[in-house]
């Protein structure tokens, strides 16, 4: 082996090693934007015209729950593949992040059932459980930002916490419409700006 | 009156152990790799990787742990700083030798 084939060698290696251990972001973006995008537009196309409002109906809720846990399938199947046989303290930080999720909205449901039960009304009610997981989902990929040093986690969590924000103003309609496109938009949006800019 | 060209470490300048180290440095430190999955990566024989990985732990470069999970032996190879450093030493001198090279 000269100096030559050895550096090639190495080059090669390092691209295979980081191209097999590093977590693809946008195949884990682009199911998530695909769910909100699909399952908040369909609720939203299922709200639109009641008046007054009434909430969405079970089957618009069934679908969207469908979508987000599909998300969660596809994202731990990347994430399983790059990360398998990789232990010690990145290991831990991906297991704590993962546990933030379900806290996360476990803790948010708990809230939305304390709200209506101390008389909150159904549009409020709407607000809170469209804005809420907006905002969790977009805190938690702040989290993961700063774990990971990723910006486009940062920027997306960042995106995701002023559409909850603007989209609770909007009320509990229109919030499904731009949680749809605004918050998935954002999501495939920055899928495919990461695949453009890896492209080799 | 020139120098000697600088020497390559022999542990490292192996085809086999040299992508070893390059996979082992590409994770994060302190952390391991699975014996199973470094193979895969590789594309080793188990056998062939037992002897280039015991090459580098008598260096002191990488350190293995064997565990048992529910029965079955598990072994987590990492990279130790002494073969961070090697590996960073070995790329200068490449770097070196192949400037010289013109």
Do not use: C
């Amino acid at each position: 082996m000269d100096p030559q084939e050895a550096a090639a060698l190495m080059a090669a290696t390092s691209r295979q090693a980081r191209s097999a251990l590093a977590i693809r972001l946008p195949l884990v973006y682009l199911p998530w934007g695909a769910a909100w995008l699909i399952g908040l537009g369909a609720m939203w196309l299922s709200v639109r015209d009641q008046r007054p409002y009434q909430g969405p109906p079970a089957a618009a809720v069934v679908v969207l729950v469908i979508l987000l846990l599909a998300a969660v399938g596809v994202t731990m199947v990347v994430v399983t593949r790059a990360t398998r046989g990789v232990h010690g303290p990145s290991a831990v930080q991906g297991r704590i992040y993962g546990l933030s999720w379900p806290i996360g909205f476990a803790a948010l449901f708990g809230i939305e059932g304390a709200l209506s039960q101390h008389g909150a009304s159904g549009q409020v009610l709407g607000i809170v459980a469209g804005a809420g997981p907006i905002l969790v989902t977009g805190l938690i990929y702040v989290l993961g930002a700063a774990i990971w040093l990723d910006w486009s986690m940062f920027w997306l969590g960042a995106w995701l916490a002023v559409v909850a924000a603007a989209g609770a103003w909007a009320g509990p309609v229109s919030l499904l419409l731009i949680g749809a496109l605004a918050g998935g938009g954002g999501f495939l949006a920055m899928a495919g700006f990461l695949a453009l800019r890896h492209r080799p | 009156m020139t120098e000697p060209p600088p020497e390559l470490d022999p542990v490292i300048h192996v085809p086999a152990r040299l992508r070893i180290v390059v996979i082992l440095a590409a994770l994060p430190v302190s952390d391991s790799i699975s014996f199973s999955r470094l193979q895969e990566l590789l594309g080793l024989t188990a056998g062939n990787l037992i002897t280039h990985l015991r090459k580098l732990q008598e260096a002191g470069y990488v350190t293995s742990v064997k565990s048992r999970q529910g029965g079955a032996a598990r072994t987590a190879v990492s990279l130790t700083h002494a073969g961070r450093a090697a590996l960073q030493q070995y790329s200068a001198t490449l770097r070196q030798l192949l400037d010289q090279a013109g």
